[in-house]
């Protein structure tokens, strides 16, 4: 492919969108060529949504949904009533009602893939872990997390993660310590 150089400056503004758009698209260059082309098309339609970002929206109009900041979470966590906290969202489901809403069927009827992908997103919007992600080993996926809410918040989540899957009829074994949870996630119920 014939490539060439250029050179320029822009604006502060300009500059923090580019940094933005270069760790969306991987690199400066693709954020400029997507962004020439867009201009070539006469395009002013809205880029297609991630997949989180389509979880966050159809979980907007749930109302049951609260944002806390991190530190008091912590906080929180750290002093609540763990048997008590447990029991709620192993009774209520929380986890597990937000995949519901999301793909708008039961849980027994979401696929592996789809709980194993809205727990992900789940967490993620959330911002309760630093990391989380998975890894498919054949019989078993691994999935895994890091977090920096101390050991009560990897027991409990832990708890519930574990108590999802179960839900779904699906075995799991997971260790955790203070800032890491691993999950095994086996395909066959």
Known sequence: MNTHRISTTISQ???ELLKKHAEKFETQQKALELALESLENGSRQIPELTLEEKYWMRLKPAKSLVIIEKTAFKSLIETADIELLSELFVRNKII???IEFYFQKSLEECSLNEVIDGLVINLK???WVDTV???DYGSYYKLAITHDLGLTFAELLTIWIDNMFKIHGVR???IHSTKAIFTKIFKNK
């Open 13 to 15: 503004k300009h500059w």
């Open 125 to 127: 919007i959330t911002n």
């Open 133 to 135: 992600d998975y890894t």
């Open 96 to 98: 597990e009602y937000t």
């Open 172 to 174: 799991v074994e997971s």
